[in-house]
Nanobody, 124 residues
């Protein structure tokens, strides 16, 4: 599985941004696809995850109600819609695939495949 994240940039507090993650390679039907982020000097942090085969999404408490994870299976693309962005959302965001496939898969070590990150900066 190959993953390619894009869509990062500079946005003002309160603004919105949508990240994309294009997937290729093996069929994704048995994978969960997630977003993680890592701020400078901090550990990688779980953001959201969704199984490719259904729509049972899970979110970190810090983004619940502001971020929405979704997918377009016809395009093999995962999205992260980020609204009401805060300065503390500033980080490098990466997408990843886990063969666990379903459930609340929040640990980075459960994800076997990673895309390169895309930087999100929330600042006025």
């Amino acid at each position: 599985v190959q993953l390619q994240a894009s869509g990062g940039g500079l946005v003002q507090p309160g603004g919105s941004l949508r990240l994309s993650c294009a997937a290729s390679g093996d069929t994704l039907d048995n994978y969960a696809i997630g977003w993680f982020r890592q701020a400078t000097g901090k550990e990688r942090e779980f953001v959201a995850t969704i199984p490719w085969r259904d729509d049972s999404a899970y979110y970190a408490d810090s983004v619940k109600g502001r971020f929405t994870i979704s997918k377009d299976t016809s395009k093999s693309t995962l999205y992260l819609q980020m609204n009401y962005l805060k300065p503390e959302d500033t980080a490098v965001y990466s997408c990843a695939a886990s063969s666990v496939g379903s459930g609340y898969v929040s640990l980075p070590r459960r994800y076997e495949y990673w895309g390169q990150g895309t930087r999100v900066t929330v600042s006025s």
